[in-house]
């Protein structure tokens, strides 16, 4: 008895060492992200790639702004180019020229996007300005330019917000009177911790002699070294001037003759030789600094658009048709961004959906041909797709090709994305059957006769006998049965009429599966014989 058990324990211990080898037989994995990379992904909306979460580029919502196709974005400055001196315009416009003091800071400190602008506040007069745009053909900010709407933002991180440090100057000459000019000049400072605006000869007055200056503040202070956003917008049928922070309105003034709603009004005219100049003496960040020739009575300040994103993969070759794809499995997690430092939560699988309302939803679809999807037998978005839950067993996907969607939303207060760094796709080939053993030839008058054993191979429906005169090439005609291949059905035995006598022939049998004669198998043993007349 102990004997028996010994062995049975030997017994038990070989086969949980050889079981992962058993299970699974004939299935393989295709990964996608991670080190494999993201170029099986195309139709990418409103999702971008990232590389300072994981050890590989994850998917992501790209960031929360007005489109870069927005016919009315005359300047946008997005400081992701990972170089001070490489920083520009993205819309071309102006020219940029940066100084000592001015760095990149990464995604990690960026609000938008994968980067910004970090400015160190040199406080000597001399220090030269560290950024300074300067407008190019075409700018809105071209001299003698008439403008009526348009609108300013920017995103800002004070260190400390000191008084007097300078975040926003625009200077031109303006000639008041022939040969005499005056200094045009747009001011944003800091001041008791807040930001105040002034606008010097910014508007046009009709009478030559006159000037105009416009102020406004902010009613409530800055918080130190946390992003708040800044938009100074301008209405061209009203003369109203707002000033907006994290989408509050906080001061507003009227550029017409009366001072308030209605009158005369006084519209922006670009002085001559102007630039632009950020960041003056001032220690912090700047980010996403755009100009718009319109008034937007929307901006945008999630750091994540609240529709989410949406992307697919291509339409994958798994290479037999039928194939079974079983299961995909998806890693990936949440992430913000808080005083520099990315948080990360991690998911496992069917956990794509977090407690701050982020999260992953997943869809499917598998065909022969990726140009006709079956339909869908579950709620998608639309009639081809499958719901998907990560990790779980999947059952009637069946194809040669497979598309995998995947929809992102953010976090209901638009801080927070979720993201995805790999997807495991699972699948068996619906690989044809082996082909038959044991095959005999023997020669008859006119004819042979073939037999051999079935194919290990519960799917087969069928053989095809080929035959030909030369050997592997199985180009035969003008046998009874008609020329090669002959399909003889699931028979395991064929006779072969019709041959000539004293020629040599060489014969090869495949199996096909139930679906199809033409999902064949390997050719068997090839096999050869002559037919001869018979003596009588």
């Known amino acids: 008895m102990k004997g028996i058990r010994s062995l049975m324990g030997l017994l038990l211990y070989t086969l949980a060492l050889i079981s992962p080898h058993l299970y699974g037989v004939g299935e393989k994995t295709l990964l996608i992200g991670g080190g494999a990379s993201w170029n099986m992904v195309e139709n990418r909306t409103g999702i971008t790639e990232v590389s300072s979460i994981r050890p590989y580029p994850v998917l992501i919502l790209a960031s929360a702004l007005h489109s870069d196709r927005d016919a009315s974005l005359d300047m946008d400055l997005s400081f992701d180019e990972g170089a001070a001196g ?38 000597f007069a001399s220090a030269p300005v560290p950024l300074v745009i300067t407008p190019q053909q075409g700018a809105l900010l071209t001299s003698g330019q008439v403008l009526r709407d ?13 008084n007097g440090e300078q975040i926003l100057s625009w200077i031109a000459s303006k000639q008041q009177v022939p040969g005499k000019s005056v200094l045009q000049r747009i001011q944003c400072i800091a001041a008791k911790n807040r930001l105040q605006w002034n606008f010097l000869d910014f508007f046009y007055v009709n009478a030559v002699t006159d000037r105009i200056t416009i102020s406004l503040e902010g009613s409530k202070p800055l918080i130190p ?3 708040s956003h800044h938009l100074i917008r301008f209405d061209a049928d009203t003369g109203l001037l707002e000033y907006l922070v994290n989408g509050d309105i906080e001061a507003i003034a009227y550029a017409t003759a009366s001072g308030r709603e209605g009158g005369e009004i006084y519209y922006p005219r670009i002085g001559q030789e102007g630039n632009l100049s950020l960041g003056e003496h001032f220690v912090g960040m700047m980010d996403e600094v755009r100009l ?13 658009p609240v529709q989410g994103g949406r992307v697919e993969t291509k339409a994958l070759d798994l290479g037999e048709t039928n194939t079974s794809i079983f299961m995909v499995e ?6 913000s961004n808080s005083g520099g430092k990315i948080q990360n939560e991690r998911a496992g699988q069917q956990g794509f959906s977090f407690s701050d309302d982020s999260a992953i939803q997943f869809f499917i679809r598998a065909a022969d041909s990726p140009y006709q999807w079956a339909a869908a037998t579950a709620v998608s978005p639309d009639s081809t797709w ?21 929809v992102f939303y953010p976090s209901g207060d638009g801080e927070t994305s979720p993201y995805l760094d790999t997807i495991r796709i699972h699948y068996r080939p619906d690989e044809p059957p082996p082909p038959p053993s044991g095959i005999m030839a023997i020669a008859q008058d006119g004819a042979v006769e073939l037999s051999w054993k079935p194919s290990n191979d519960a799917d087969v429906a069928g053989y095809l006998v080929y ?21 003889v059905g699931k028979q395991t035995s064929v006779r072969i009429d019709g041959l000539t006598n004293g020629t040599l022939y060489y014969f090869a049998v495949a199996a096909y599966d139930r679906r199809e004669a033409t999902h064949i198998g390997a050719f068997s043993r090839e096999i050869s014989a002559r037919p001869l007349r018979m003596i009588e």
């Open 330 to 335: 998806a890693s990936g997690g949440r992430t």
């Open 150 to 162: 348009f609108t300013l933002e920017f995103w800002l991180f004070p260190m400390n917000l000191e």
């Open 292 to 304: 718009y020739s319109r008034f937007i009575t929307d901006p945008v300040i999630r750091k994540y």
């Open 386 to 406: 499958r719901l998907l839950v990560p990790g779980t067993v999947l059952s009637g996907i069946n194809g040669r090709f497979v598309q995998i969607a995947m």
């Open 467 to 487: 035959y030909g005169t030369a050997s592997g090439n199985y180009f035969g005609e003008g046998a009874v049965i008609g020329g090669s291949p002959v399909n």
């Open 86 to 123: 490489l920083f520009i315009d993205r819309v071309g416009h102006y020219r940029v020229s940066t100084s000592e003091g001015l760095y990149p800071a990464d995604r990690r400190f960026a609000r938008i996007g994968m980067g910004a602008a970090l400015f160190s506040g040199s406080q």
């Open 225 to 227: 070294q946390t992003w």
